[in-house]
C-alpha cells in the first residue's frame, strides 16, 4: 500500500496487490460523504451519548437536516442486533410503544387517535411490544422489539440459555403462563394487578426501570416510525455499553460498533 493523491480533504492510497485506491472512508458507514470526519465522530458520539436529537445535530454540525438523517440511518442500520446469551436467573417484562407511520400518511385522511388506546397492543395496531430482558447471573439487560406479545416470541428471547433449566421472574401476564409447563424453565411470578410487586427475590423491578429508561430515550424525538423502532433500540442498547466509558474511549467503542 502506497500514497496516492488525495480524494477531497482524504488521504488516498493505492493497493499494490490489486491496484485499487481507497481512503481512510472506504468501506465505512461513512463512505461517500464530503463533510469531514471530525463532525461525523461529534454527530454520533453525542447522539448516542447524549440522545442529541437531529434538529439540533444539524445546528452543531452545520450539516443540513437530510444529510444528517441518512448518514445517522445508516449509522444505526449498521449496528448489530443484541444477542442474548442468558446465564439466569432472568427477568422478563413488556412494554409497549405508539408507534404509526411517522411522515408517510401526508396522502390519507387524518386519522383518528387510535395510537392513544391503553392497554397492550400489537405492531399491526401501532403499538408494537418491546420487550426487556434483564439476566441477573451476568448484570447484563437487553431490548427487543417484537410484532407481537405471545407465547412463541417468548420462548424465542429466552431459547439462547446456558442452564438446563432456566429459571424465569414474569409479572402475572398470560402469555408467560406455558413456562410453567416446560422442563426447561422454572418460572416464579408476582401479579401486580392483585398489588404483588415483591416476593423476596421475584419481581421485574429491574426491567420496569430499565423500560422507564427507554420510554425516556424515545421521548425526545416527538414520536417514532415503528418500521425504525428497532434502528433506535438498538442506539440505546449501545448507549448502555458506553455509558460509563470516558469520552475517547467512549467514541473508540461507538465507532467500533458500526465499523
Known sequence: MIRYGSYRVFQRYLCKNCDRTFNDQTGTVFEHSAVALRKWFLAVYTYIRFNTSL????????VSYKTIYRRVQRFLRALDAPL????????????????GLKGRERDQPSRSRGLSTRG?????????PVFILADRGTGERYVIPAKTADESTIRLLLANRQQES?????????AYEPLE????FTREYVVHGDGEYVDG????NTCESHGSLVRSWLSPHRGVSKDKLT??????????EVFRKPGEEGLKSILAAAL
Not at 231 to 240: D, V
Open 201 to 204: 427475590d421475584v419481581h421485574v
Open 231 to 240: 434502528l433506535y433500540l438498538r442506539a440505546f442498547q449501545l448507549r448502555r
Open 84 to 99: 442474548p446469551h442468558l446465564e439466569g436467573p432472568v427477568e422478563i417484562d413488556e412494554l409497549y410503544v405508539k408507534a
Open 55 to 62: 434538529r439540533q445535530l444539524d445546528v452543531e454540525i452545520d
Open 181 to 184: 409447563e416446560d422442563d426447561a
Open 166 to 174: 432456566l429459571t424465569v421472574y414474569t409479572d402475572g401476564f398470560r
Open 120 to 128: 397492550r397492543g400489537t405492531y399491526d395496531k401501532d403499538k408494537p
